[in-house]
């Protein structure tokens, strides 16, 4: 079955950084555009950062953007998510999504356009 298994998180101080992965099994990698999201406490699901099927094409939030970069290996079926000046906002639980429908701005940004999400890692950023 599908696997999306999330790694790299914990805990860091303000404007350290931290590399997520997220290692994905039992689907056509290089098929799924892939998205990765992050939920705070008593917060909906937001969206963080989208990567197309080959990654030439990629989209931010405006909150992370200059600061977050997100990146793929099709070869080693992961998708990365390299956060550096991290502060205390993004303190969060951040999962991968991987879909293979439309890849679109505003379409990547919606939960529901995903079909398979990982567990989730917490980054927590101390001030």
């Known amino acids: 079955q599908v696997q999306l298994v999330e790694s790299g998180g914990g805990l860091v101080q303000a404007g350290g950084s931290l590399r997520l992965s997220c290692a994905a099994s039992?689907?056509?990698?290089?098929?799924?555009?892939m998205g990765w999201f992050r939920q705070a406490p008593g917060k909906e699901r937001e969206f963080v950062a989208s990567i197309s099927r080959s990654g030439g094409l990629i989209y931010y939030a405006d909150p992370v953007k200059g600061r977050f970069t997100i990146s793929r290996d099709n070869a080693k079926n992961t998708v990365y998510l390299q956060m550096n000046s991290l502060k205390p906002e993004d303190t969060a639980v951040y999962s991968c999504?991987?879909?293979?429908?439309?890849?679109?701005?505003?379409?990547?940004?919606?939960?529901?356009?995903?079909?398979?999400w990982g567990q989730g890692t917490q980054v927590t950023v101390s001030s």
């Open positions: 999504g991987a879909q293979a429908r439309l890849y679109g701005s505003d379409y990547v940004r919606r939960p529901n356009a995903y079909d398979y």
């Open positions: 039992g689907l056509s990698f290089s098929s799924y555009a």
